[in-house]
């Protein structure tokens, strides 16, 4: 049986939101505040094995919940991994604090939002810029609708590792050789060469919280753009801050959010390493890692997101809740491309009168 919990307001009964301006919980019927409760403890790191063992374990279909509004008797099906929801018919918030134990790790950070809805939109204005939102084909698309804040599930990494390196360092040198040019005069001519030489060594790297996100919706390529979140500001989880948000488990599998990380720390031990090694330059550098202390964490962030259709094209773009980092595909400027055909053009007759 799910436990489904509504959190109504204490003053009216209405519904409560956590609002991101005021970093509190907010009735969006009364205007009352309250304050969610900090709690002082630290997010902890876990041992890598706990992650290990439920990687093996292969993420489970997912099921539904059934909830029946106290409010309005309405009954509102929802996926069981979906964390807060409403009731489809009067909007009541409905918090599921077992969507995240249908996973085999549970989060214990967040980071609440930081960014309102009104300041992405300003953020989302700015970087498209004023000609854009000027358009009024895109200010109709009233974005305010399609615009999303989530809380993505992530998982940090931390690890320390020993790295034996070895190669050839090259040198450059010169050497004069005579040759001869086009017209067979001999000419004497400054030629490159590398002296090729072994080298070998080791050095010790930790590395703090590499951040892999859990969402398949989201490319790790995508989330990096919008890098980094300050996780000193991670707070232990409490699903009061999920209240009017999306929020859902991770659907990507463990094992290849661990892999991810492998290959970002065994990207930067490659780049060290080469650093090390290379005199002018370097060839076949071969890394030895040995991983120890290995750690992770679940941490939910917070990821505003839209996706909108605009004279016939999809874009999208993706706003960082905390620092308010944007990134995504725009529209092209009417009057930049205008320009660009016109200067075609010139090129395209001047080429041709040259050609005449
Ligand atoms: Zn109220
Ligand atoms: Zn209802």
Redesign the pocket.
């Known amino acids: 049986m799910q436990v489904l919990k509504e959190h109504p307001c204490p003053n009216c009964n209405s519904e409560l939101n956590f609002d991101a301006d005021k970093n509190a919980l907010k009735c969006l019927h009364c205007g009352a505040i309250f304050p969610i409760e900090k709690s002082s403890q630290v997010v902890e790191e876990n041992n890598i094995r706990v992650f290990k063992d439920a990687a093996a374990i292969p993420i489970e279909p997912v099921t539904t919940v059934i909830y029946k509004?106290s409010?309005?008797?309405?009954e509102t099906q929802a996926g069981a991994d979906i964390a807060f929801f409403e009731?489809r018919?009067?909007?009541?918030n409905v918090l599921n604090p077992e969507a995240y134990k249908t996973r085999t790790i549970t989060p214990t950070g967040i980071l609440p939002f930081h960014l309102s809805k009104q300041e992405a939109l300003d953020v989302f204005k700015q970087w498209i810029g004023k000609g854009f939102w000027n358009d009024s084909s895109l200010k109709e698309l009233s974005l305010a609708d399609k615009l999303e804040g989530h809380y993505v599930p992530f998982f940090t990494f931390d690890c320390q590792t020993y790295n034996q390196w070895e190669g050839y360092a090259g040198t450059y040198y010169y050497e004069t050789i005579r040759t001869k040019d086009a017209s067979g005069k001999e000419v004497t001519q400054s030629v490159q060469r590398t002296r090729w030489y072994w080298r070998e060594g080791s050095f010790e790297r930790f590395f703090d919280d590499i951040l892999i996100c859990g969402n398949t919706r989201i490319t790790q390529d995508q989330i990096n753009k919008i890098y980094p979140f300050n996780l000193q500001q991670v707070e232990l989880f409490n699903p009061e801050y999920l209240l009017g948000w999306h929020a859902r488990a991770f659907d990507k599998e463990l094992s290849d959010t661990f892999d991810a990380a492998r290959n970002e720390i065994n990207d930067r031990v490659q780049r060290e390493a080469a650093q090390h090694l290379a005199d002018d330059t370097y060839k076949d550098l071969s890394v030895q890692t040995r991983y120890t202390s290995e750690t992770f964490k679940q941490v939910i962030l917070p990821v505003w997101l839209c996706q909108y259709l605009f004279k016939g094209k999809t874009y999208h773009f993706i706003i960082n809740g905390q620092t308010g980092t944007i990134s995504g595909n725009k529209p092209l400027s009417t009057s930049k491309i205008v320009i660009a055909v016109v200067i075609a053009i010139i090129v395209i007759a001047v080429l041709y009168g040259m050609s005449q």
């Open positions: 509004c409010k309005c008797g309405q009731c018919s009067c909007g009541n």
